[in-house]
C-alpha cells in the first residue's frame, strides 16, 4: 500500500510538472491567425471544388488541372 501511495505521488508530480511547463512554453508563441475563407469554383471537366486561387483559368472555363484543361479544351 505504502508503494502504490508513492507511486501515485511521483506521477502527479511528473503531471503537474509537465502542465506547468507546457503552459509556460505555449505563453511565448503568438497565437495563430485563422484561415480565411476562399472562394470555391467547379472544375468544368470532373466537377470537383477547390479554391479560386488554385484553379486554371480555360476558354470554356476553370479546371483543377492542366489534364482536365487539354482533355475539354482541344
Known sequence: ???LLVIV???MGVWL????????SSGSR????????????????????????EARH????LYCSEDHQRRSEP
Open 30 to 53: 503568438p497565437p495563430a491567425r485563422p484561415a480565411q475563407p476562399q472562394q470555391m469554383v467547379q472544375c468544368h471537366h470532373c466537377s470537383v471544388h477547390l479554391p479560386l486561387a
Open 58 to 61: 480555360g476558354r470554356l472555363g
Open 1 to 3: 500500500m505504502k508503494y
Open 17 to 24: 510538472w509537465r502542465s506547468r511547463r507546457d503552459a509556460t
Open 9 to 11: 505521488v511521483v506521477l
